[in-house]
């Protein structure tokens, strides 16, 4: 069975940054893509950027494009994702999830296989 354990989140003022770990159990890790969620209270779970398996692939979603850094080490088996100049409309619960290889990197929830428990990330204004 797959785990994945998100760490890192806290409480931080607005444009502070804070950096999400997200770390598998998994022995062939390096052949998982690899996305970030967050879910905000009463919202829908929405995806906010994602790393293909190498490494070499991430994309994001636009409101978060320019600010959030998605990374991963496979040697580790951890996938990063750096938050800067973070906005109260970021807080949320921050989820990450990983997909079985050959299903390219989706974008919607429902295509993921694992999930973890979650992190909450707080910005105060």
């Known amino acids: 069975q797959v785990q994945l354990v998100e760490s890192g989140g806290g409480l931080v003022q607005a444009g502070g940054s804070l950096r999400l770990s997200c770390a598998a159990s998994l022995r062939t890790f390096s052949g998982y893509p690899i996305a970030w969620f967050r879910q905000a209270p009463g919202k829908e779970r929405e995806f906010e950027a994602a790393?293909?398996?190498?490494?070499?692939?991430?994309i994001y979603a636009d409101s978060v494009k320019g600010r959030f850094t998605i990374s991963r080490d496979n040697a580790k088996n951890t996938v990063y994702l750096q938050m800067n100049s973070l906005k109260p409309e970021d807080t949320a619960v921050y989820y990450c999830?990983?997909?079985?290889?050959?299903?390219?990197?989706?974008?919607?929830?429902?295509?993921?296989?694992?999930w973890g428990q979650g992190t909450q990330v707080t910005v105060s204004s």
């Open positions: 999830a990983a997909v079985r290889l050959g299903r390219g990197i989706p974008q919607e929830s429902g295509d993921y296989d694992y």
């Open positions: 790393i293909s398996w190498s490494g070499s692939n991430t």
